[in-house]
């Protein structure tokens, strides 16, 4: 396992081994094995835990527990408690885009104050398979099935192709001890609903499903690294902006194919639906002035052009991408990645 | 029901009024409705049968209902029966290719000596939902997760856009009656494990699941839609042919990204897999005059440029595109429609 790691870090060119490594650690197995690993890697990291207080006296516990680990391995520990219910409140989100919202941002500090070069998550193979599979039942189109990316901007995943038949094996060779994630052995959650009963279904249909998901995620990754290509020069060639209004010029749009496709993508980043999408390239011949709104901003048919511009009063519309739960970290929605 | 059909024939441009169309009628409930809707819209067809003797006295039974189904029209009745078995000795292919192969050309045959000008078969919505989910296990890569086409070339499906209950209910309020497949009852066949357990375990991860994937498989298209655009322009930039032998000009095709994809994408029509793509792409630096083979074909390495030709003895290798086994017929594989 070690010898995989280390290869997978030198394959994927996560980090050089002079860098500095902060490790989310909720104190769950994937995350308590990738302390070890680093660790007998002999790398240079520390260690982080988010207390999102949502687990009432638990919460504590694991706190101590990741506290404990630090001391172990004689490392820097950082520790936050947020006010999440506090901040669903207020910001008006799901209780799961608080958390992301909050560790994205308190990481982002912490790896900058002290001069970390990459923060560094548990995401492992079985988590990467599942959430195509959750995705694929939401609907998120390709960008929802390309799967988690060893390696994007600060963020790493270095166990990500491990399985978790490894992590367990490796954990109990090592005699790790670790904290149970009190929601695992609830089936009622989606998640565990598709490794427990969706996973070996489709393991009846093939047996090697999860290598076919593993080649499936491969290809989705380089159809979107496909479409990205073509939606920047699209959007070189159509969107302009000026005084805070953005406009595409839906004519020269309408030359590059597949036009939906592409109108979508850029809509989108807007707030806007497929199915807006598909209104708006119906009707912006016969209805010039008349305007569509998303939760955030408002487009207004001008002729060939559509006008987009800022509603005043917004609220952040929920993500429907979903993360493992068993991860402490997930990068911002990856539409926001495209913004103009 | 009918106007639906009316409204989709419209909407999809499948053909005109005035066509003489030929319908492939296997006998059971979805071609049996297929009928009833040509007759009750005053539409020209006539109906075609496949007899593969591979269901003993029930084919032979199959047959005769199907001819019944004409009488009652008052419609011509096209009949063949195959050596299918035969078929799949001489040739080395699977039943389910052997059917596919025979089918698709007397179809034609009949098609073109008769003049119609399209074939229509009775693949439906669920169909098209159940195939997204094999090809997904099978791992087919975007071409195999587009969906079944509403038209493509001379073949036409006019109730795509109906699910299985609403073709037994129609079935039911016209009093007509069909044959039962034999095989559609049996769950040890995956596509009725798919149909009894996997999209009920789906929908309780999503009620909605259906129509989710619905609008999945037309993103799918979309992309499908990209990726040809862009291949086409690839294969015209690096791809050149003289004496039956291929050549690819690889420095070139380095420049257009991402190159895996395309690269796999003009191999796969000679037979070879993704991993064997990579292969090429990962030593084409080192091995100069290298050989690979697929089943078909032979490629060279030589300098910058793949050289590819035909290999003397070639069996056809078995296609992994699976077809709804309810239907009568289905296009050609995917693969060959970008052939050079």
Redesign the interface.
């Known amino acids: 396992m070690l010898q995989k790691f280390q290869q997978f870090i030198k394959k994927e060119n996560l980090f050089a081994v002079s860098d500095k490594i902060l490790l989310a650690v909720s104190g769950g197995i994937d995350s308590v094995v990738l302390c070890e690993l680093f660790s007998q890697a002999g790398l240079s990291f520390a260690i982080a835990h988010c207390n999102f207080q949502l687990r009432g006296e638990e919460s504590g516990k694991d706190a101590e527990f990741v506290k404990s680990l630090s001391e172990k391995y004689g490392v820097e520990f950082y520790e936050t408690v947020f006010e999440t219910k506090k901040y669903v409140e207020t910001h008006k989100v799901s209780i799961q885009m608080a958390a992301r919202d909050l560790r994205y941002n308190w990481f982002k500090e912490v790896s900058e104050s002290h001069n970390f070069q990459y923060i560094a998550t548990g995401h492992h193979f079985d988590d990467n398979i599942e959430t195509l599979l ?1 995705n ?4 998120t ?2 960008r929802g099935l390309r799967g988690i990316l060893p390696k994007s901007n600060k963020i790493i995943r270095p166990i990500l192709w491990a399985s978790r038949n490894e992590i367990a094996d490796f954990c109990e060779k090592n005699d790790l001890t670790f904290r149970e994630d009190a929601s695992n052995k609830e089936t009622k959650y ?1 998640r565990n ?2 490794r427990h ?2 996973i070996p ?2 393991e ?3 047996p090697n ?1 999860k290598e ?2 593993q ?2 995620i491969g ?1 989705f990754k ?2 979107e ?3 990205d ?2 939606l920047q020069k699209v959007k070189e060639a159509v969107v302009s902006s000026k005084n805070d209004v953005i406009s595409i010029d839906l004519e020269l749009l309408k030359t590059f ?2 036009t ?2 592409f109108l979508y993508e850029i809509l989108s980043e807007y707030g806007f639906t ?1 199915s807006e999408t598909e209104n708006i390239l119906e009707e912006h011949h016969t209805f010039s002035g008349k305007q569509f709104f998303s939760s955030t901003h408002r487009i207004v048919l001008n002729r060939n052009h559509l006008l987009i511009s800022k509603k005043v009063e917004t609220n952040l519309s929920e993500e429907i991408f979903e993360v493992p739960e068993s991860a402490d970290f997930i990068e911002k929605p990856l539409r926001l990645r495209f913004s103009i």
Chains 1, 2 share one sequence.
């Not at 694929?136 to 609907?139: A, H, I």
């Open positions: 959750l694929l039942t939401r609907g189109g390709i989606k609903k598709i009963e969706l279904l489709l009846q249909l093939n499903v076919v998901f080649r499936e290809r380089q159809l690294i496909l479409l290509t073509n194919h597949p939906p496709l497929e």
